[in-house]
């Protein structure tokens, strides 16, 4: 093998490495909603059953089965939701959580507050 063929294949492994890191986001700031009660028990975009009772949530663009650290901007009050769901992309709120993460929020009667997100691993 000659070395300008082995430099090449070096850097080619380099940059391929680069794409298995996962992308961080550091923090996004947004609204934040709760679910509908008329959800309970339909299957979430990523084939789940949606259950209020649980600490999930949907959001545009984080994977299926990310933990995100969702904590409300107005008490400080933070709970770790799983992505299990989508929501449509013209939507105006970064996140729709459950009514138990909305509870544990603070925000559950209010309906809507504003947060900050964070991918936790």
Do not use: W
Request: with cysteine.
């Amino acid at each position: 093998m000659n070395k300008r063929f082995l430099s090449q294949l070096i850097i080619s492994l380099g940059i391929c490495s680069l794409l298995l890191i996962p992308m961080t986001v550091f923090a996004e700031e947004g609204t934040a909603v709760h679910y509908s009660n008329k959800f309970q028990g339909r299957k979430t975009a990523s084939g789940e059953v949606f259950d209020q009772k649980k600490l999930t949530a949907a959001h545009k663009q984080y994977p299926f089965g990310t933990k995100v650290r969702v904590t409300n901007l107005e008490n400080n009050r933070s709970v770790i939701v799983k992505i299990n769901d989508r929501m449509a992309t013209k939507n105006s709120n970064i996140i729709d959580v459950t009514s138990r993460a909305a509870n544990e929020l603070g925000f559950r009667k209010k309906g809507k507050t504003q947060v900050s997100l964070e991918a936790v691993d």
